[in-house]
């Protein structure tokens, strides 16, 4: 079935200190993998994304890495500021057809502390 | 500002009621996604329209439908409201017919927050 799994539910951090998030797919057909940044009570931003072809993605503090073979990818963001506090979302395309959604994972509670 | 517009920003109504959920999706976008997130919940997929036509259903509960119009605004439709489907509602669209495809990404609107009471 179609399934995104993310860990943790939940991540503290010190300030100046990495992250890591991590997701799993099942839908060996997605090709297609982009994580949000949801601060409370407002929309999904997209931060970074990463296309199958491609196995690493950077963006200054923040990169993306993916293992097709092993159907997971995992976000991971350096020297975190307390702004970066959010919930993070993974996602995977599942494409059948004419057509392509996203999947989501449950969400990751991002808190950098000061 | 993502470019994609939902009304109303909050809705709050009462059981048994129905509401209709607003979404213009970016300019130039062709395809509408609906989401549902509840308290302490992942973003649960609804439905995709793409230029009019519906392409892709998720959870969707019965007493949900919705439509995209030739104008390619899109709407949900709510009925016989339970206390479950209190909920952030969010609309996205993209380009074409569905991401995966090359260069397609989703762009999310700032959602409805539907409260039954």
């Known amino acids: 079935g179609e399934n995104v799994e993310q860990h943790p539910s939940t991540l503290s951090v010190q300030e100046g200190d990495s992250a890591v998030i991590k997701c799993t797919y099942s839908?060996?057909?997605?090709?297609?993998f982009p994580w949000y940044k949801q601060e409370l009570g407002k929309r999904p931003q997209l931060i970074i994304d990463i296309r199958s072809n491609v196995g690493e993605k950077k963006d200054q503090r923040i990169a993306v890495t993916l293992n097709k073979t092993a159907k997971h990818f995992s976000l991971h963001i350096t020297e975190t500021q307390p702004e970066d506090s959010a919930v993070y979302f993974c996602?995977?395309?599942?494409?059948?057809?004419?057509?392509?959604?996203?999947?989501f994972g449950q969400g990751t509670t991002l808190q950098v502390k000061p | 500002d993502s470019g994609v517009t939902q009304t109303p920003k909050h809705l709050i109504t009462a059981t048994g009621q129905r509401v209709t959920l607003r979404c213009s999706p970016r300019?130039?976008?062709?395809?509408v996604y609906w989401y549902q997130q509840s308290l302490d919940q992942g973003l649960q997929f609804l439905i995709q329209?793409?230029?009019?036509?519906?392409?892709a259903k998720g959870n969707i509960l019965e007493r949900f439908s919705a439509q995209q119009f030739p104008d390619l605004h899109s709407e949900l439709n709510l009925s016989s409201l339970e206390l479950g489907d209190s909920a952030l509602y969010f609309c996205?669209?993209?380009?074409?017919?569905?991401?995966?495809?090359?260069?397609?990404?989703?762009?999310f609107g700032s959602g409805t927050q539907l409260s039954v009471l």
């Open positions: 996602a995977a395309s599942i494409v059948g057809g004419n057509t392509g959604k996203l999947i």
């Open positions: 996205a669209s993209s380009v074409g017919q569905g991401v995966g495809a090359t260069n397609e990404k989703l762009f």
């Open positions: 329209y793409y230029n009019g036509e519906e392409r």
């Open positions: 300019s130039g976008d062709l395809s």
């Open positions: 839908d060996s057909a997605s090709n297609y």
